[in-house]
């Protein structure tokens, strides 16, 4: 147990999220995602578990040390729902809101299709996969950066 640090955070989550540099991408998978198979295409190679924790869980936490990139319009990208893309299902509804709190301000995610998401995930740095049941909990997060103290 650390002071300061989210106690949902792992040590092999925090040692992957210190290791990303600006851009690098996050994987967040539900538990029907093909994590351990797109986690060996990825640059760290092997799938990370928050496997007690919904997607909103999981996301608040990782949020609590991870700032979002500033730069680029996909900075946090979701899983858009096969034939329905403009619908946001309240798994989706629930990381937004975290995303919005950790922001200080509405930033409205992007969405991708599914076959693109999965696209991305293999390129992405790493891949977390949480314990989350419902439907279209895949997320990807876009690592931005801490500047320099005043």
């Known amino acids: 147990m650390l002071k300061g640090i989210d106690h949902r955070l ?46 909103g869980q999981a996301v608040a936490s990782i949020l609590s040390v991870l700032p979002l990139d500033t730069f680029v319009d996909d900075f946090a990208v979701r899983m858009e729902i096969v034939g329905d893309p403009t619908v946001i299902p309240p798994v989706q509804a629930e990381v937004q809101a ?27 740095y790493a891949v977390v996969q949480t314990g989350e049941r419902r439907f279209y909990g895949c997320f990807l997060l876009r690592k931005g950066v801490i500047g320099p103290e005043d």
């Open 10 to 55: 792992n040590a092999d989550v925090l040692y992957v999220l210190r290791a990303m540099g600006h851009g690098d991408v996050l994987v967040i998978a539900d538990t029907n995602f093909p994590a351990d198979q797109v986690a060996q295409a990825t640059v760290h190679g092997s799938l990370l578990r928050m496997e007690n924790l919904t997607a």
């Open 98 to 124: 975290a995303i919005d709190a950790a922001e200080g301000r509405p930033r409205p995610m992007v969405g991708v299709e599914r076959f693109a998401f999965y696209d991305a995930a293999r390129a992405a």
